[in-house]
Each structure stands twice: as C-alpha cells, then as structure tokens.
C-alpha cells in the first residue's frame, strides 16, 4: 500500500493556473502508475490524467488535452498536474491515485490507492 498526500487546490479565476502536488510514501513510487481524477458537485468521479512508471507514457482526458500537463519526480516521490487556462467547468476535488504496476490506465476500479483530494474551484 501506498500513501497519497495531494496539496496545491485552491481558488483561481478563469484563465489562471494551478499546480496539483501528490506525494507518496511507503512503497517503491517507481513501480507505480499514477492517475489523476476529479468530481465535481453532484457528478461521478472522472479520469483525468495518468502517468507510466518511470514515466514515458501519459494520456489525458480530452477535455484537458492540451491545457494539463502530468509529470512526476521519481526522486521525490511525486506526481505534479500542471493546470492552465483552467475554466469554471475543471472545478472539482482533485484526487490522486496509484496503480501497483507500470502501466497506466483511465479505469478508476484499477487504482489500488487514494489520497483524500485536494480542491480545485475555478471562478468566472
């Protein structure tokens, strides 16, 4: 098992940015995939972005293709979602999760571990 610890939500108008951080402790982070996914009010949890280990294959939601970047510090033991031109529509709790072997998925039930989430509110 893996603990996940996700900092840096907040609240940021249209158009600005954020950085999603989320640790991990207590197993070999580099024999990890990771994900990123989100619930909004009212709505089921999405994928958004997931990240190989050691981390040369990402995919991304279409909805934020080309606005989100996923990276991750196998050193430090942490993934980072770099968020931009974010809009009113990415408001959300933000969660991380782990999946104990390399590859990564979009498929929520194949994450293994969570973090408590982090929120994200994108204001108009």
């Known amino acids: 098992q893996v603990q996940l610890v996700e900092s840096g939500g907040g609240l940021v108008q249209a158009g600005g940015s954020l950085r999603l951080s989320c640790a991990a402790a207590?197993?070999?982070?580099?024999?990890?995939?990771m994900g990123w996914f989100r619930q909004a009010p009212g709505k089921e949890r999405e994928f958004v972005a997931a990240?190989?280990?050691?981390?040369?294959?990402?995919f991304y939601a279409d909805s934020v293709k080309g606005r989100f970047t996923l990276s991750r510090d196998n050193f430090k033991n942490t993934v980072y979602l770099e968020m931009n031109s974010l809009k009113p529509k990415d408001t959300a709790v933000y969660y991380c999760?782990?999946?104990?072997?390399?590859?990564?998925?979009?498929?929520?039930?194949?994450?293994?571990?969570w973090g408590q989430g982090t929120q994200v509110t994108v204001s108009s």
């Open positions: 999760a782990a999946r104990g072997v390399p590859f990564a998925t979009a498929t929520m039930a194949q994450y293994d571990d």
């Open positions: 990240i190989s280990c050691p981390g040369g294959n990402r």
């Open positions: 207590g197993r070999t982070f580099s024999n990890y995939a």
